[in-house]
Nanobody, 124 residues
Framework: QVQLIESGGGLVQAGGSLRLSCAAS????????MGWFRQAPGKEREFVAA????????FYADSVKGRFTISRDNAENTVYLQMNSLKPEDTAVYYC?????????????????WGQGIQVTVSS
């Protein structure tokens, strides 16, 4: 299995930027497509972005397209989420997740391993 640890969250003003990192340990990182999800208080967990095993393919939720960028460094066993032009509605706990089966997905149930989550708060 793989262990995932997120870092880089915090408090930022609207219009600002943050970069989240998710470090993976355990089994070979390139076995996994990776995704970022988020959950705001009182809301269901929602998809943010996903990236294929090689990093060639990416997919974004409409709400973050053009503002967020997912990337990965397979040599460092890390996936990133660069978040620009942040809005108060981006406030949530952000989770990274690993998917062992082929292909990328926006469905949470396709991801087998999850990090503990990290808080991102955007003030207006």
């Amino acid at each position: 299995q793989v262990q995932l640890i997120e870092s880089g969250g915090g408090l930022v003003q609207a219009g600002g930027s943050l970069r989240l990192s998710c470090a993976a340990s355990g089994r070979t990182f390139t076995r996994y497509a990776m995704g970022w999800f988020r959950q705001a208080p009182g809301k269901e967990r929602e998809f943010v972005a996903a990236i294929s095993r090689t990093g060639i393919y990416t997919f974004y939720a409409d709400s973050v397209k053009g503002r967020f960028t997912i990337s990965r460094d397979n040599a460092e066993n890390t996936v990133y989420l660069q978040m620009n032009s942040l809005k108060p509605e981006d406030t949530a706990v952000y989770y990274c997740a690993a998917k062992e089966t082929l292909g990328i997905s926006y469905l949470a149930h396709d991801y087998k391993y999850w990090g503990q989550g990290i808080q991102v708060t955007v003030s207006s």
